[in-house]
């Protein structure tokens, strides 16, 4: 099973501010990576996936980068609204895994 | 408007069984494959089993040992878990997912049902 780590465990920022996320795997997972947000008691919502691609109607302060065993999640300037956790999601060994999440809270 | 809607959730005693569902609208059902995921209370979310569109490719966590069953009826558009042997531990919110075409990452998810396993 391919584990993904993600860091920091919590990133305490203000709005406007730029975030980075890490997501390491344990094996390389080629580009076959997925991020998504997710708010207490909503559903997830995917942001990127195949590493670099925004999902349909996700904003561009949004963008991914990474393959093999690297990738960042990049928020270029924090809106109220995306204070929030987030997760890596690897696709390219079954059993699927996730990170074990990202909470990016108000400084 | 794409919804998927998750019902079936609630108490259950250690050991006992549970069949949650999912009702999916607004898109071709019997197009895409879908998935089970879950959050129990203070931890991140867990993958737990996809299904492909005709039901021909089944995959599930190592962490379920055999204990809980996929399946979909295309005619109802709808998604199930059947769960067996339930633990403690099982206690979550379960999410369905849609399987994006050609990518099959989760693009599309349910607000989730409640399980609660205790005595």
């Known amino acids: 099973e391919i584990v993904l780590t993600q860091s920091p465990a919590t990133l305490s920022l203000s709005p406007g501010e730029r975030a980075s996320l890490s997501c390491r795997a344990s094996?390389?997972?080629?580009?076959?990576l997925a991020w998504y947000q997710h708010k207490p008691g909503q559903a997830p919502r995917l942001l990127i996936y195949d590493a670099s691609n925004r999902a349909t109607g996700i904003p561009a302060s949004f963008s991914g980068s990474g393959s093999g065993t690297d990738f960042t999640l990049t928020i270029s300037s924090l809106e109220p609204e995306d204070f929030a956790v987030y997760y890596c999601?690897?696709?390219?060994?079954?059993?699927?895994?996730f990170g074990q999440g990202t909470k990016v809270e108000i400084k | 408007e794409v919804d998927l809607v998750e019902s079936g959730g609630g108490l259950v005693q250690p050991g006992g069984s549970l069949r949650v569902s999912c009702a999916a609208s607004g898109f071709t059902f019997s197009s895409y494959s879908m998935n089970w995921v879950r959050q129990a209370p203070g931890k991140g979310l867990e993958w737990l089993s996809f299904?492909?569109?005709?039901?021909?490719?089944?995959y599930y966590a190592d962490s379920l040992k055999g204990r809980f069953t996929i399946s979909r009826d295309n005619a109802k558009n709808s998604l199930y878990l059947q769960m067996n042997s339930l633990r403690a531990e099982d206690t979550a919110v379960y999410y369905c997912?849609?399987?994006?075409?050609?990518?099959?990452?989760?693009?599309?998810w349910g607000k989730g049902t409640t399980v609660t396993v205790s005595s």
């Open positions: 299904i492909s569109s005709t039901s021909r490719t089944i």
């Open positions: 094996q390389s997972v080629g580009s076959y």
């Open positions: 997912a849609r399987g994006m075409n050609s990518h099959y990452y989760m693009d599309v």
């Open positions: 999601q690897q696709r390219s060994n079954w059993p699927w895994t």
